[in-house]
């Protein structure tokens, strides 16, 4: 059983990406890594913020693998401020925080 099926989830990472296909597979490699073998009840949650390229995609991809991650896909661009709230929102996290999908603030 997953920690949303037990309904605690201890941090969401929400990850607002607008096209963001040549580095969304690594990020959300990097978080998983990093919260591999901890104690926290965790979720990844992705805003696809009307991406143009295969962001979305890859996201629904890497969800196939990962039960804890989640895509939220925007039909349009509204900005980066609308997708972290989108993402804040919608997660289920008693902590919540949010990485760009570039990496360029490392999960530690």
Do not use: H, Q, W
């Amino acid at each position: 059983m997953n920690s949303t099926e037990k309904g605690i989830i201890d941090i969401s990472v929400v990850i607002p990406a607008y096209n963001e296909e040549k580095s969304i597979r690594k990020t959300l490699g990097l978080v998983f890594d990093y919260f591999r073998g901890r104690s926290y009840k965790f979720e990844v949650v992705v805003v696809n913020d009307g991406s143009t390229d295969a962001t979305g995609r890859l996201v629904s991809e890497v969800a196939g693998v990962y039960n804890n991650l989640r895509l939220i896909n925007c039909d349009t661009n509204r900005g980066k401020g609308r997708a972290v709230y989108e993402g804040m929102t919608a997660s289920l996290g008693r902590l919540r925080l949010f990485m760009d999908a570039d990496g360029s603030t490392s999960i530690e």
